[in-house]
């Protein structure tokens, strides 16, 4: 499939090359002409020096991912490809949108007769090259047009269709809530075993649970990933910086009556690292920079 992509940061660029390395024809843009020059350097990826340029390049019924941060960014691309699109095309939002923003896209590019696709995209920088995990919401025979790329850049069995329009960033706005509570959890007993008599190897321990214990996982492999860089974490500070999915999913389980106290406890912590340093912090700030290339705050 022939396929639009804008936005070309730590997903969107490995998204644009995981469809490239599936056959697909992609044609790509990012406002930064370092980015779109850079990637015109890949093999089989064709690129626009514009929004408008990349709409002229795609025929058909023109198929377009946004790969852009969440906002204000999301609406000024909509509006700038709007002049450019035929009845039937179809846009893709992969990021992080709020799934109330979704809807409301959703029903305003229905009334221009254009489709929306919302679609929680996680697994890090690692996995939009290699295998993804894909969420998918918006209107059935939508989806089902594009299913082949949501299987193509998606892990087997990691991609699935959720729901209606706005379901699919509603499931990864609940997956980021439970991925809080999850890092907070490793962070907090890795401080515990910092502030111990005990001289541990970080490094050894994360890596020994990662083979057989209960909380085996991706993030406690992360978790010795980081520690093997940097044993005790000094060259960083333990400010964890929030991407608003975990308070949108505690708005959301208010508004809906449902109890969610590790959640919102993690939400806080992260509140109150940019207040003081911990090392629980360091642990949840090295972390996100593993999976997802987030940056973290050096020491001086």
């Known amino acids: 499939?022939?396929?639009?992509?804008?936005?070309?940061?730590?997903?969107?660029?490995?998204?644009?090359?995981?469809?490239?390395?599936?056959?697909?024809?992609?044609?790509?843009?990012?406002?930064?002409?370092?980015?779109?020059?850079?990637i015109a350097s890949e093999n089989g990826i064709a690129t626009g020096n514009s929004i408008e340029a990349?709409?002229?390049?795609?025929?058909?019924?023109?198929?377009?991912?946004?790969?852009?941060?969440?906002?204000?960014?999301?609406e000024e691309v909509i509006s700038s490809l709007l002049p450019h699109l035929s009845p039937g095309d179809i846009l893709i939002d992969g990021g992080n949108s709020n799934f109330?923003?979704?809807?409301?896209?959703?029903t305003t590019l229905k009334g221009k007769e254009i489709d929306f696709l919302d679609c929680g995209t996680s697994g890090g920088t690692s996995g939009a090259l290699n295998g993804a995990c894909t969420m998918i919401g918006g209107e059935p025979a939508v989806y089902q047009y594009c299913k082949a790329v949501f299987d193509d850049i998606s892990l087997p069995e990691g991609t699935l269709y959720v729901g209606g329009p706005g379901a699919g960033h509603f499931t990864k706005m609940v997956h980021n809530g439970i991925e809080y509570g999850m890092m907070?959890?490793?962070?907090?007993?890795?401080?515990?075993?910092?502030?111990?008599?005990?001289?541990?190897?970080?490094?050894?321990?994360?890596?020994?649970?990662?083979?057989?214990?209960?909380?085996?996982?991706?993030?406690?492999e992360l978790t010795a990933n980081a520690f093997s860089k940097d044993p005790n974490l000094d060259s960083i500070r333990g400010v964890m910086h929030a991407s608003g999915e975990g308070k949108w999913t505690l708005e959301t389980a208010l508004d809906l009556g449902v109890p969610t106290p590790v959640i919102a406890l993690s939400l806080m912590m992260r509140y109150r690292s940019q207040q003081a340093d911990t090392f629980s912090g360091k642990v949840v700030a090295a972390l996100r920079n593993e999976f997802g290339g987030h940056a973290v705050e050096k020491k001086e």
Request: with cysteine.
């Open 184 to 220: 907070q959890a490793i962070a907090e007993g890795f401080e515990v075993l910092e502030h111990s008599e005990y001289d541990i190897d970080f490094q050894k321990v994360a890596t020994l649970w990662n083979h057989g214990s209960v909380v085996r996982s991706w993030l406690m």
């Open 1 to 38: 499939m022939q396929i639009g992509l804008i936005g070309l940061g730590k997903m969107g660029y490995n998204i644009a090359l995981n469809l490239s390395n599936h056959g697909h024809s992609v044609v790509a843009y990012d406002r930064s002409a370092e980015l779109t020059a850079k």
């Open 54 to 74: 990349v709409c002229r390049q795609l025929t058909g019924r023109r198929v377009i991912w946004l790969m852009v941060p969440a906002g204000d960014i999301v």
């Open 100 to 106: 109330k923003d979704s809807v409301r896209r959703y």
